[in-house]
T-cell receptor
């Protein structure tokens, strides 16, 4: 079964509002989580890497004030899209690396993804 | 730095045909190698992996062998089904970099 859960799977929000996407590791401790963005028919674009208890490391070109990432515990990371605009509409995917429970320490596990539509 | 190169798609096959999707990599150290599958509208699922040279990962009829001498991890399946239609991503993860590296993905379309 799934070891990383993302929520919500689909969300529609109004332009100018903020929306939060959660990524949870199930039954294991996620020492590192990654957030990706994926445009239709394209590959994954790494947005940021987050380690529990520390600030996220953002990739070049990703606005950290717009895409707030919090990794407050070993099982939860959140991505908040602030002041969303239609161009932020995309598929956002999280992944995690960790240990314990059902996972191998050197394997990347993905959430189901979240479709964000900004209207 | 690390990199993964996948063959460009789409790959279009008839049902029961043999599938090969090429993947080559460059990496420092001894990375673990992965294939992920993404069905339309969904996230990525781990398909198979190999953690050291000459290891063969296999799952659901798919196989890939970690070839250090050719730095390759080609995905194969002897007889594809329509339900295998998806995008396949080759990836590597090296403890030294802590950031996984993905290929661009290869779309597979299987016709009845």
């Amino acid at each position: 079964g799934a070891v990383v859960s993302q929520h919500p799977s689909r969300v529609i929000c109004k332009s100018g509002t903020s929306v939060k996407i959660e990524c949870r590791s199930l039954d294991f401790q996620a020492t590192t989580m990654f957030w990706y963005r994926q445009f239709p028919k394209q590959s994954l674009m790494l947005m940021a890497t987050s380690n529990e208890g520390s600030k996220a490391t953002y990739e070049q070109g990703v606005e950290k004030d717009k895409f707030l990432i919090n990794h407050a515990s070993l099982t939860l990371s959140t991505l908040t899209v602030t002041s969303a605009h239609p161009e932020d509409s995309s598929f956002y995917i999280c992944s995690a690396i960790g240990q314990g429970g059902p996972v191998s320490g050197n394997t990347i596990y993905f959430g189901e993804g979240s479709w964000l539509t900004v209207v | 730095g690390n990199s993964v190169t996948q063959m460009e798609g789409p790959v279009t096959l008839s049902e029961e045909a043999f599938l090969t999707i090429n993947c080559t990599y460059t990496a420092t150290g001894y990375p673990s190698l992965f294939w992920y599958v993404q069905y339309p509208g969904e996230g990525l699922q781990l398909l198979l992996k190999a953690t050291k040279a000459d290891d063969k990962g296999s799952n659901k009829g798919f196989e890939a062998t970690y070839r250090k001498e050719t730095t390759s991890f080609h995905l194969e399946k002897g007889s594809v089904q329509v339900s295998d239609s998806a995008v396949y991503f080759c990836a590597l993860y090296s403890g030294g970099s802590y950031i996984p590296t993905f290929g661009r993905g290869t779309s597979l379309i299987v016709h009845p």
